[in-house]
């Protein structure tokens, strides 16, 4: 999979396209295609090393993203595969192909 990075703070050109691993969703999550993201003062500023992601999270920014579901897991009860959804998230970074996310952060 596909995922703008930051591999280092500062200017644009540390924010590269890159390979990465494909997200495995856990029971409570779901796997989301994205369609379309959005860039905020926040990517801005963590990408200028000024605004650090969440402890744990990787170097992925973007925080708002439309997509499909693309899969759910056994506990998610309120989407289903092919459903179109608008994600505002925190600690889910979206500037990637495809994110996973709780169930509960669809709207």
Not at 17 to 23: A, F, I, S
Not at 63 to 81: P, Q
Request: aromatic share 10%.
């Amino acid at each position: 999979m596909k995922a703008a990075v930051i591999t280092s703070f500062g200017g644009p050109e540390f924010h590269l396209l890159q390979d990465v691993g494909n997200p495995k969703i856990g029971v409570d999550e779901m796997l989301i295609k994205i369609v379309a993201t959005a860039l905020n003062r926040a990517d801005t500023v963590q990408r200028k090393g000024s605004y650090p992601p969440p402890e744990g999270e990787g170097p992925y920014p973007g925080l708002e993203c439309s997509g499909i579901v693309k899969a759910v897991g056994e506990n998610v009860t309120r989407w289903k595969i092919g459903d179109q959804v608008f994600l505002n998230l925190y600690k889910t970074f979206v500037y990637v192909k495809r994110v996973r996310t709780q169930e509960t952060f669809g709207k």
